[in-house]
């Protein structure tokens, strides 16, 4: 089973860590029990890296082997700057209020269009996906910062400690308390 983390990967965009992260993650809790859709995911983040390639974002120490090879598009999923942008939103106002409609707005989709193409396109919804960005930058603040468990839910666009608790439990498996004392340790 995988268990290294795709954010140590450079890559070009600035949305791409963490839509990778979000695939890898649901690849790798799916796989056991659904190959079939642990498959989808991973051919959707290799989609992803095939669209970097074709765009010129490849690494610059890899040699040029011809034309590369265009990846095939997922139908009925959000194209790469509908993703991208609505990435770089969620990002730049996690700790406001982010509403499904503005979302949508971003991606220039009608709402429910925009919740069924960023499924395909992520393997998540877009709810699911804000959540676990909202844990992400917790987990982020947790280890750089000295701040209140209170004071980083409110950072991350979270209600009060108790929100970011039961979120955090959820998608991480522990406490932010117990987490964070375990990575601080180390």
């Given at each position: 089973m995988l268990h290294t983390a795709p954010t140590a990967m450079a890559l070009p965009h600035a949305f791409a860590p963490s839509v990778a992260a979000s695939l890898v993650a649901n690849a790798v809790s799916t796989l056991d029990h659904n190959p079939q859709v642990a498959r989808h995911y991973l051919e959707r983040l290799a989609a992803m890296f095939a669209d970097d390639v074709?765009?010129?974002?490849?690494?610059?120490?890899?040699?040029?082997?011809?034309?590369?090879?265009?990846?095939?598009?997922?139908?009925?999923?959000?194209?790469?700057?509908q993703l991208r942008n609505v990435v770089q939103h969620i990002d730049a106002y996690l700790g406001a209020t982010i509403g499904v409609d503005a979302l949508a707005e971003v991606a220039r989709l009608s709402?429910?269009?925009?919740?069924?193409?960023?499924?395909?396109?992520?393997?998540?919804?877009?709810?699911?996906?804000?959540?676990?960005?909202?844990?992400?930058?917790?987990?982020?603040?947790?280890?750089?910062?000295?701040?209140?468990?209170?004071?980083i839910a409110y950072a991350c666009g979270l209600t009060d400690q108790a929100h970011l608790t039961r979120l955090f439990r959820r998608v991480v498996g522990a406490t932010p308390l117990i987490w964070r004392r375990t990575w601080q340790a180390r």
């Open positions: 074709g765009n010129g974002f490849a690494d610059d120490a890899a040699p040029a082997s011809g034309p590369p090879a265009k990846a095939k598009p997922v139908k009925g999923g959000l194209a790469a700057w709402t429910g269009h925009f919740c069924r193409a960023f499924k395909v396109t992520t393997g998540e919804t877009p709810h699911a996906f804000l959540i676990r960005q909202r844990v992400r930058r917790a987990q982020a603040l947790m280890l750089q910062t000295d701040d209140t468990l209170s004071h």
